[in-house]
Structure formats: structure tokens, C-alpha cells
T-cell receptor, first 117, second 117 residues
Framework: AQSVAQPEDQVNVAEGNPLTVKCTYS??????LFWYVQYPNRGLQFLLK??????LVKGSYGFEAEFNKSQTSFHLKKPSALVSDSALYFC???????????????FGQGTELSVKP | GAVVSQHPSWVICKSGTSVKIECRSL??????MFWYRQFPKQSLMLMAT?????????EQGVEKDKFLINHASLTLSTLTVTSAHPEDSSFYIC?????????????FGPGTRLTVL
């Protein structure tokens, strides 16, 4: 069965410091991996995805994520955090072999990022 | 591009009434739309997958007679909460995906806050 784990409910970072939001996954085949951000009372905004190729993926707003197959991880990173990055972050996975599921995504439980000035 | 809208953004209704929520892909054709439910500070729970012109596929535990989904066109899906009760109060989010959905990200609507009195 597919699953995603975000081990930290909350991450606190000082503005200007690097940030990492952790994500590990479990799929039967090769994964498609996604990161989304959600601001209060809003839908999710797409940040980046890993499908194949280079393990380091660059996305929106200066975020990047590194796919590590041996550790089954896809941690989200940013070199210098901004107060405006404070939001709820979701990691999601889809197994590319399961087309008959119509592209269903499995979401992690979310990590609340708080960036203080 | 790839904008998804939802209407209404919030709705308050009396117990026992029905509420319809619309999800539209504004600038692309979405063969597949997804409906999620989210409780405060929690992850998204997939309710159903909706394919244009066919019956929706509901997740286990979701009552199909209570949450009616219609995907009548490539740009519109609707979720009707029938005979709403206070426990149906939640944040409902839709998403849409290009075909094929495998490697493509889902684009999310801004969500609809439903409060049942």
C-alpha cells in the first residue's frame, strides 16, 4: 500500500535560516512525488514535483526538494526562510504503475512551518 | 494557467437541507476531478474521484447517496451534500488534473467552507 509520512507536525525556523520539511514515502513501484503549500482557508498550491531524472528538483518561491531512493525520502528545503513562507506543507505520492486508480494522490498529514522574524 | 475555481467559497445552511458546491477548471479541460474533505489543521481526505461522463468512484467509508457527485462536462464537477447535518461541516476542496493524470500534478480550487447549523 502507498503511504506518506511527514514526521514533524511543526517546524520552527528563524527568518534567513535554512529550512527543511521532511517527507518519507512507501510505494510498490517508482513514485511520483509532489509538494504542496496551503495558506489559511485556501486550497493547495503546487510547489514542485519529482517524476524522473535529476534527484534535485527546483520549484516555486525558491523551494527545492531532493529525491533519495535509498532512504525513500523527498525532503523540502529552502536556503533562506521568509516569514511569508509560514504555512501548512503537504507531501504527496502517486505510484506511476497504478493507472487504474485514476491518478489518486496520497497525502502526508502535513507540517506547519512557522518562520519568525 | 491551470486555474480551478470553487463556488461558493463559504456557505451556512440549516440541518436537513442540501448544498451544492461547484468546481470549475477555468483554462483547461479536466477529464478527472477529485473531491477532498479537510478538518482544521489536518490532511486532505479524498472523498471521490470524478471522471467526465461517468459515475464517480468513492473512497471507502464515503456515503455516495449523501455526497452526490456529477461531472457533466470537461470543466465542471459538482458535489451536493444531501440532508446536511452539523457533522458534515468541513472544508471541501476540489482538484483537477490534465489527462493522463499519472505524472501530472493536481490543481486545487480555493475550497468551500460549509457550516451546518
Amino acid at each position: 500500500a502507498q503511504s506518506v509520512a511527514q514526521p514533524e507536525d511543526q517546524v520552527n525556523v528563524a527568518e534567513g535560516n535554512p529550512l527543511t520539511v521532511k517527507c518519507t514515502y512507501s510505494v510498490s513501484g517508482n513514485p511520483y512525488l509532489f509538494w504542496y503549500v496551503q495558506y489559511p482557508n485556501r486550497g493547495l498550491q503546487f510547489l514542485l514535483k519529482y517524476i524522473t531524472g535529476d534527484n534535485l528538483v527546483k520549484g516555486s518561491y525558491g523551494f527545492e526538494a531532493e529525491f533519495n531512493k535509498s532512504q525513500t525520502s523527498f525532503h523540502l528545503k529552502k536556503p533562506s526562510a521568509l516569514v511569508s513562507d509560514s504555512a501548512l506543507y503537504f507531501c504527496a505520492v502517486r505510484d506511476h504503475m497504478i493507472y487504474n486508480q485514476g491518478g489518486k494522490l496520497i497525502f502526508g498529514q502535513g507540517t506547519e512551518l512557522s518562520v519568525k522574524p | 494557467g491551470a486555474v480551478v475555481s470553487q463556488h461558493p467559497s463559504w456557505v451556512i445552511c440549516k440541518s436537513g437541507t442540501s448544498v451544492k458546491i461547484e468546481c470549475r477548471s477555468l483554462d483547461f479541460q479536466a477529464t478527472t476531478m477529485f473531491w477532498y474533505r479537510q478538518f482544521p489543521k489536518q490532511s486532505l481526505m479524498l472523498m471521490a474521484t470524478s471522471n467526465e461522463g461517468s459515475k464517480a468512484t468513492y473512497e471507502q467509508g464515503v456515503e455516495k447517496d449523501k455526497f452526490l457527485i456529477n461531472h457533466a462536462s470537461l470543466t465542471l464537477s459538482t458535489l451536493t451534500v444531501t440532508s446536511a447535518h452539523p457533522e458534515d461541516s468541513s472544508f471541501y476542496i476540489c482538484s483537477a488534473s490534465f489527462f493522463p493524470p499519472g505524472s501530472n500534478e493536481q490543481f486545487f480550487g480555493p475550497g468551500t467552507r460549509l457550516t451546518v447549523l
